[in-house]
């Protein structure tokens, strides 16, 4: 039986961007509010009181489009993955598809999978190129990710995104997929109810039964279907919730710690969600040559995992500076003590 996900057509990466937002918060100056010691991460990005997922997605957009080159009327599909969209019933797509001048003839829809909806949206993209019926698509993931006060995700859930422009492959795409694998159960590990403004955590589901075992079974999956081993990837980018467990994954699958760092960003900017591997990728990229290979692989709890190969292309020395890279917006920085850490993300409620 195939269990890979591979288009009629070959389809690559036409433009990549990221956007993380300015302000951070320490680790220390929550754990020193709920007098806490011993951090998961050191920082995170925090937004500012204008900003929310979908402008980060209008910047993550913007960036990708300069580095496609591309006319925004020529994208039939703008596809938003979030958790934290600003509307409960109105889609951010076509907030986003309108801001960077892409409508009116395309699709336009919100994707929801927690932190694995930015990949999901990707998949879709991937399948409409394939499959012939867009010349170009986009996916977009960004979160300005939900804590409850005092609960340990506050500490790493954080605000940031990327979105990538794929079209068919060619002389122009910078990196092309060479297929992908998607694997998901029924496992409550996370979730939050209509209405309620934070999520809740089945601790004993988050580890071994959710994030390890679908990340590592997508992993797999993808290898197994392609032919490929762990040393035929030069870069290794996983779903990171924290430091410590994409870290392990790279321990159990035999990936060296040098293959990961460079994609593992959640020490200083925190836990992205639906931009996690986004903005990871969108890292590597900044930096990989032509010819090197990235692992990829998502995670979103409920729960699933997607993983892509992605060989990169000549296409990426001409484009990576068209645009802002992900390190010029995380090393543009202004700390923020706790009050304006609840106040920047609303936590206030009148």
């Not at 204008?50 to 591309?70: H, M, S, Y």
Request: net charge neutral; with cysteine.
């Amino acid at each position: 039986m195939k269990r890979l996900l591979k288009p009629a057509k070959e389809v690559g990466i036409v433009g990549y961007g990221a956007y993380v937002p300015m302000f951070r918060i320490k680790n220390a100056e929550i754990g020193r509010v709920w007098g806490v010691n011993g951090f998961p991460i050191e920082e995170k990005a925090v937004n500012n009181l204008d900003e929310d997922a979908l402008t980060i997605g209008i910047e993550a957009a913007r960036n990708a489009l300069k580095r496609a080159k591309i006319d925004p009327k020529l994208i039939r599909a703008i596809w938003f993955g979030s958790e934290s969209k600003p509307y409960a019933v109105k889609p951010s797509a076509t907030v986003i598809a309108e801001a960077i001048g892409a409508t009116p003839d395309l699709d336009a829809a919100d994707f929801e999978f927690a932190c694995k909806a930015g990949t999901e949206a990707l998949q879709a993209a991937i399948g409409f190129v394939g499959s012939g019926m867009a010349e170009y698509a986009m996916a977009i993931g960004a979160d300005t990710a939900q804590g409850r006060p005092g609960d340990h995700l506050e500490f790493t859930a954080a605000a940031g995104g990327a979105a990538y422009i794929v079209g068919e492959k060619s002389s122009e795409t910078l990196a092309y997929f060479e297929g992908s694998y998607s694997y998901v159960t029924d496992t409550p590990d996370f979730w939050r109810r209509q209405h309620e403004h934070y999520p809740r955590h089945g601790n004993r589901f988050t580890g071994e039964p959710a994030y390890f075992h679908h990340v590592i079974s997508a992993a797999k999956g993808l290898m197994e279907e392609l032919g490929l081993t762990v040393n035929d990837f030069d870069y290794a980018v996983f779903h990171q919730p924290n430091v410590k467990f994409p870290l392990t994954v790279a321990k159990i699958l035999g990936i060296p710690i040098e293959k990961v760092k460079p994609g593992l960003l959640s020490g200083i900017i925190g836990n992205t969600y639906s931009g996690a591997t986004l903005v990871g990728v969108s890292a590597v990229l900044d930096i990989a040559k032509p010819g090197e290979r990235i692992l990829w692989v998502s995670f979103g709890s409920g729960a699933g995992s997607d993983a892509f190969s992605l060989v990169v292309q000549d296409a990426i020395e001409e484009k990576r500076d068209l645009a802002p890279k992900t390190w010029d917006y995380i090393n543009r920085k202004k700390y923020i003590d706790y009050a304006l850490y609840v106040k920047h993300r609303g936590k206030l409620i009148m």
